[in-house]
Every structure is written in structure tokens, then in C-alpha cells.
Nanobody, 122 residues
Framework: QVQLTESGGGLVQAGGSLRLSCAAS????????MGWFRQAPGKEREFVAA????????YYVDSVKGRFTISRDDAKNTVYLQMSSLKPEDTAIYYC???????????????WGQGTQVTVSS
């Protein structure tokens, strides 16, 4: 069982930066693939980024490549999403999630946080 808690969301102007954090409970955090997803109002939840166990692999949706960076600190049981050059279209609730296998599909992720709101003003 893994419990996830996101933090770091907020209101930022376009072009600004935010760093989201996701703290996990459990002693097996390092073995999980960790992902970030987001859901904008009236839209379906979409994949944003993922990082493999031990941080060997990362993957990003095209719309955030070069602007967002996912990382993890297994000693702190925490995964991060550094977001830069933010755009109004990045506005969404951001969720972190844990999976036992590499995937970009939300159906593969077994554990989810409650989400944190990111709002980017123009």
C-alpha cells in the first residue's frame, strides 16, 4: 500500500515556475514507477511525465518537453515535477501516481494522490 500526498501547487503568472512535490508512504517507494498526470476543467485526465524506479528512465508528453522535469529522491520517498515557462494551458489539477510497471496509461497506476491545483494566469 502506498499513500501519496502532493504539494506545491498555486497561482503563477505565465512564464513563471513551480515545483510540485509528491511525498509517499511505504518502504517500497523506490520500486515504483512514478507518474504525474493533470486534469483541466472539462477535459479528461492526461499523462504528463513518468520516471522509472531508480530514476533511470523519464518520459514526457510533447506539450511539456523542455519545460518540465520529473525527478525522484528515494531517500526522501518523494517525486518532484519542476515546471518552468508555464503557460495558461498548463492550468489543471496535477496528480501524482504510482505504478508497478512502466506505463503512460492512467489505468496502470494503482495509487493516486488527492491532487494539487496549478493555475497559470496570462
Amino acid at each position: 500500500q502506498v499513500q501519496l500526498t502532493e504539494s506545491g501547487g498555486g497561482l503563477v503568472q505565465a512564464g513563471g515556475s513551480l515545483r510540485l512535490s509528491c511525498a509517499a508512504s511505504g518502504r517500497t517507494f523506490s520500486s515504483y514507477v512514478m507518474g504525474w498526470f493533470r486534469q483541466a476543467p472539462g477535459k479528461e485526465r492526461e499523462f504528463v511525465a513518468a520516471i522509472s524506479s531508480r530514476g533511470v528512465l523519464t518520459y514526457y508528453v510533447d506539450s511539456v518537453k523542455g519545460r518540465f522535469t520529473i525527478s525522484r529522491d528515494d531517500a526522501k520517498n518523494t517525486v518532484y515535477l519542476q515546471m518552468s515557462s508555464l503557460k495558461p494551458e498548463d492550468t489543471a489539477i496535477y496528480y501524482c501516481a504510482a505504478a508497478q510497471a512502466w506505463s503512460r496509461s492512467d489505468s496502470s497506476y494503482n495509487y493516486w494522490g488527492q491532487g494539487t491545483q496549478v493555475t497559470v494566469s496570462s
